[in-house]
């Protein structure tokens, strides 16, 4: 049972650049979810989902597009991307979105932008 | 504005027992989780508090003040392993988990 799935873990990326970071979950989750997280900074959400075919925006979703064509994945899109994007990206699922709404995160995928 | 306070750094002795503050503000509550992070990996979870008082599991115990804010994640017989950071997280009243930036734990012998 892998759980949550990303790729790729490691990426360098030059400005203007463009990328799809991958998440796969195998639990049957209806909540998908991605985060960024900074030094010094808290887990800041960027796009969720909670179900095939829908997509939400968090906190800091600027610069970000995501899709959720199947249930089991969940995509993360950089079109243009610029330094402030420069962060590691996890991924998370829950069986639900309220309550004790436990996440499985993914290994997570270490961005650069130069 | 919604926000977590935690320590950014403490330090403590192998076998001994340590206590991470978090305090919280947030537009309402639903809950708060503790979960675990080691250097390079992913969060996991550990614990979660919706009413408040003290949760026990195993080595690790977490207390909720609803009325305080305030919840502390109580580590005890600590073993190296134990090294990590441990994250704060509130669920507010739209269902959003709000993070702290966490609290980095060295254990040394």
């Known amino acids: 049972n892998a759980g949550v799935t990303q790729t790729p873990k490691f990426r360098v990326l030059k400005t203007g650049q463009s990328m799809t970071l991958l998440c796969a979950q195998d639990m049957n989750h209806e909540y998908m979810y991605w985060y960024r997280q900074d030094p010094g900074m808290g887990l800041r959400l960027i796009h969720y989902?909670?179900?095939?075919?829908?997509?939400a925006k968090g906190e800091v979703p600027d610069g970000y597009n995501v899709s959720r064509l199947k249930k089991q994945n969940f995509l993360l899109g950089l079109e243009s991307a610029a330094p402030s994007q420069t962060s590691v990206y996890f991924c998370?699922?829950?069986?639900?979105?309220?309550?004790?709404?436990?996440?499985?995160f993914g290994a997570g995928s270490r961005l650069t932008v130069l | 504005g919604q926000n977590i306070d935690q320590p950014t750094e403490m330090t403590a002795t192998e076998g001994a027992i340590v206590q991470i503050n978090c305090t919280y503000q947030t537009s309402g509550f639903n809950g708060l989780f503790w979960y675990q992070q080691h250097a390079g990996e992913a969060p996991t979870f550990l614990s979660y508090?919706?009413l408040d008082g003290l949760e026990e599991k195993g080595r690790f115990s977490s207390f909720l003040s609803r009325s305080k804010g305030y919840s502390y994640l109580l580590l005890k017989e600590l073993q190296m392993k134990d090294s990590a950071s441990y994250l704060c997280a509130v669920m507010d009243s739209n269902y959003q988990l709000i993070w702290g930036a966490g609290t980095k734990l060295i254990i040394k012998p």
């Open positions: 998370a699922s829950s069986g639900r979105h309220s309550g004790a709404n436990v996440l499985t």
């Open positions: 989902s909670v179900g095939e075919g829908t997509t």
């Open positions: 508090n919706v």
